[in-house]
């Protein structure tokens, strides 16, 4: 809910120092179906059917999509945004592989956030899906999902600093999606809708 709320703002910021709905027209990412796929990816692979399926394959599984992820970034990198979102990801990348796919959490700031039956589970199992029990054996814990932000409430998570960094990003995307395009910057070409179409 936070990271919609954040980026909401960002496009209501956006369009009330200049913006334009009519700009997303020529917004354009590359091979955009990669992404796509990463995100489907990674929805699929985290519910109960997911899991099971995937079993001691699910960290696997889940570093490829991260991976997809970055490919999809990396090609698009002029897109506003995207090199924060990139920094972020890499944080929680480095994090996430020095654990074996998972990323650390800490019970306390699930339970924080209004997570409780899920941070009973961790403790219990010591790993939930992409998840492991943040503990003097897991490494980088600094990076991991440990930042609570107190005035959220139950609107918030457990975020890392990767999550933070990228949703920077994601907001800065998002505020560039709506802007006139800077000179160079590849888009396609919005026509004025009082504009007659070309007949070249």
Known sequence: MFVLIVLVCSLILSLATGGRLRYVEGFRLRVLPLGIGA??????MFTERGELLLGSFLPFAYMCS????LVFLGVNWKVAGVPVLVAGLLLNMVVIGANGGRMPASPQALIATGQADRAELLVREG???????MSDRTRLNVLGDRIVLP????LG?????????????EALLVYGMVRKPAVGEPRQPVRDPGQAPSNR
């Open 39 to 44: 995100f489907v990816l990674q929805v699929l």
């Open 127 to 133: 790993a939930a899906a992409n998840v492991v029990l």
């Open 151 to 154: 005035f959220l409430g139950a």
């Open 66 to 69: 991260l991976l997809m992820l």
């Open 157 to 169: 998570s457990a975020y890392s600093i990767g999550d933070l960094v990228a949703l920077v990003g």
